[in-house]
């Protein structure tokens, strides 16, 4: 089932929570909703399950208007964070329990019920744990369970607020790859929401960014992070290094280096500034006449392939964080205290970005 939110708008007293945002998510696709705490993505969330209410706009399930439609009309299956299992209920009778309070026209039988339960613990690979109480679980087994229990009705849509989010990082990682999987499956149009962008990247087939209540950029995880529309985005999405300058005619000059920014073309000696992640750093032993940002070596860190560098900047203007192969920092034999030149290799210029 496809949805479509059209010019949502809510408040909470005096705080804006959304701000006319309109979003589509098509039938069978997994979009992540990212974002910072207090950004609006869970709100969004609730609306399009019918537990809160927006002031303006609309909501539309496979073109028809369920913005009137109570939570339970939907056909909305929602996981929250912490699980909320029923602690006195069997993993089985936590699935069942959707099924068994649905009105009686609509209830399978005793059989029905058994067989769609033993199909969903088979589905999320914990069938062996069908007469454990919740206490019994790890975190991860109740998640799953949540998740199966949730599937149980057989929602048109699945709604996920930061399922991982309780779990340590071990665990998180092995469920969102399960998720990914499960979806693959199911193919149940689903929205999970999340401020992990690592999680959002590796698991979505699309992703919102958003912040202070408004979308700042949609697209496939590959596009928003090679490509991110605003300094929020770039910012957002992993580590990133700020060099201050000018834009003229097409080129951003900082420094003594001069880096192309065709984007800003029209732009006349104009404040600037050029984003680089941490990888599309150059690191060179300094040589007299060369280009490049002097910086001191503080503090290098060698984690498998990598070797992440905390440089200080001569100049004052702050730190520089870089990451190279830890076979290039052996054969520069690098030693902190040791000065270096730095190079942004690619950039992504922003003018009277803050």
Same mark, same amino acid.
């Given at each position: 089932?496809?949805?479509?939110?059209?010019?949502?708008?809510?408040?909470?007293?005096?705080?804006?929570?959304?701000?006319?945002?309109?979003?589509?998510?098509?039938?069978?696709?997994?979009?992540?909703?990212?974002?910072?705490?207090?950004?609006?993505?869970?709100?969004?969330?609730?609306?399009?399950?019918?537990?809160?209410?927006?002031?303006?706009?609309?909501?539309?399930?496979?073109?028809?208007?369920?913005?009137?439609?109570?939570?339970?009309?939907?056909?909305?299956?929602?996981?929250?964070?912490?699980?909320?299992?029923?602690?006195?209920?069997?993993?089985?009778?936590?699935?069942?329990?959707?099924?068994?309070?649905?009105? /009686?026209?609509?209830?399978?039988?005793?059989?029905?019920?058994?067989?769609?339960?033993?199909?969903?613990?088979?589905?999320?690979?914990?069938?062996?744990?069908?007469?454990?109480?919740?206490?019994?679980?790890?975190?991860?087994?109740?998640?799953?369970?949540?998740?199966?229990?949730?599937?149980?009705?057989?929602?048109?849509?699945?709604?996920?607020?930061?399922?991982?989010?309780?779990? %340590?990082?071990?665990? /998180?990682?092995?469920?969102?790859?399960?998720?990914?999987?499960?979806? %693959?499956?199911?193919?149940?149009?689903?929205?999970?929401?999340?401020?992990?962008?690592?999680?959002?990247?590796?698991?979505?087939?699309?992703?919102?960014?958003?912040?202070?209540?408004?979308?700042?950029?949609?697209?496939?995880?590959?596009?928003?992070?090679?490509?991110?529309?605003?300094?929020?985005?770039?910012?957002?999405?992993?580590?990133?290094?700020?060099?201050?300058?000018?834009?003229?005619?097409?080129?951003?000059?900082?420094?003594?280096?001069?880096? %192309?920014?065709?984007?800003?073309?029209?732009?006349?000696?104009?404040?600037?500034?050029?984003?680089?992640?941490?990888?599309?750093?150059?690191?060179?032993?300094?040589?007299?006449?060369?280009?490049?940002?002097?910086?001191?070596?503080?503090?290098?860190?060698?984690?498998?392939?990598?070797?992440?560098?905390?440089?200080? /900047?001569?100049?004052?203007?702050?730190?520089?964080?870089?990451?190279?192969?830890?076979?290039?920092?052996? /054969?520069?034999?690098?030693?902190?205290?040791?000065?270096?030149?730095?190079?942004?290799?690619?950039?992504?210029?922003?003018?009277?970005?803050?």
């Amino acid at each position: 089932m496809s949805i479509e939110v059209r010019g949502i708008g809510k408040h909470f007293g005096n705080f804006t929570a959304l701000d006319n945002v309109s979003l589509d998510f098509p039938t069978g696709e997994l979009v992540a909703l990212l974002g910072p705490s207090g950004c609006g993505k869970t709100t969004l969330l609730r609306i399009i399950a019918g537990l809160e209410t927006a002031e303006s706009g609309s909501v539309l399930f496979h073109g028809e208007d369920a913005t009137e439609r109570e939570a339970r009309e939907r056909k909305v299956g929602f996981v929250f964070q912490h699980y909320a299992l029923f602690r006195h209920m069997t993993v089985f009778e936590n699935i069942a329990f959707g099924l068994r309070v649905k009105p /009686r026209r609509e209830r399978p039988g005793e059989k029905g019920i058994r067989d769609k339960v033993t199909s969903l613990l088979k589905l999320v690979q914990l069938d062996w744990l069908a007469e454990r109480y919740p206490s019994q679980l790890s975190g991860g087994q109740r998640q799953r369970i949540a998740l199966a229990r949730a599937l149980a009705v057989e929602p048109k849509v699945l709604l996920l607020d930061e399922p991982f989010g309780a779990l %340590d990082a071990k665990v /998180r990682k092995e469920l969102r790859r399960w998720l990914r999987r499960l979806h %693959d499956e199911i193919h149940v149009t689903s929205i999970f929401v999340t401020h992990d962008q690592e999680e959002a990247l590796e698991v979505a087939d699309r992703v919102v960014l958003m912040n202070q209540g408004r979308v700042e950029q949609i697209g496939t995880p590959e596009e928003v992070y090679e490509h991110p529309a605003t300094p929020f985005v770039y910012g957002f999405l992993g580590s990133v290094n700020l060099f201050h300058g000018r834009a003229h005619d097409g080129v951003m000059h900082f420094g003594n280096l001069a880096l %192309d920014a065709p984007e800003h073309g029209g732009a006349e000696n104009a404040l600037a500034v050029a984003y680089t992640r941490p990888h599309e750093i150059e690191v060179g032993r300094f040589a007299p006449g060369d280009p490049g940002i002097l910086a001191r070596l503080k503090r290098a860190l060698i984690v498998g392939p990598s070797a992440r560098l905390e440089l200080e /900047r001569e100049d004052g203007a702050g730190m520089i964080e870089a990451e190279i192969p830890s076979e290039l920092h052996r /054969r520069l034999a690098l030693r902190e205290g040791d000065t270096l030149l730095v190079r942004p290799r690619r950039t992504k210029v922003f003018l009277n970005a803050a």
